[in-house]
Nanobody, 117 residues
Framework: QVQLVESGGGLVQPGGSLRLSCAAS????????MRWYRQAPGKEREFVAR???????DYADPVKGRFTISRDNAKNTVYLQMNSLNPQDTGVYYC???????????WGQGIQVTVSS
């Protein structure tokens, strides 16, 4: 059974930091592209970051220089370090696993991140 379980969300003040984790099970984690998406209230889900290997990463423009995605294949876990958070980063963050060259993907249940003073 495939599972993606996010953790680490919560309420943080503007300028603060959070680290999200996504623990994966039920598939060959190291073979999958791992991605983070987010969905703000009233908006569509949007891409945040992806990691293909441990050194190949991409980021959406709004988070470049502030967010860092990483993965630990030994722990089947992907992380999203979020620094210099602002209220526009508020939303539900989702972990996604994509099998390369296919449309097979899995989603986590999402975790709330709220940036507010």
């Amino acid at each position: 059974q495939v599972q993606l379980v996010e953790s680490g969300g919560g309420l943080v003040q503007p300028g603060g930091s959070l680290r999200l984790s996504c623990a994966a099970s039920g598939f060959t984690f190291s073979s999958y592209i791992m991605r983070w998406y987010r969905q703000a209230p009233g908006k569509e889900r949007e891409f945040v970051a992806r990691i293909i290997s441990t050194v190949s990463t991409d980021y959406a423009d709004p988070v470049k220089g502030r967010f860092t995605i990483s993965r630990d294949n030994a722990k089947n876990t992907v992380y999203l370090q979020m620094n210099s958070l602002n209220p526009q980063d508020t939303g539900v963050y989702y972990c996604n696993a994509l099998r390369p060259r296919t449309s097979l993907e899995y989603w986590g249940q999402g975790i709330q991140v709220t940036v507010s003073s």
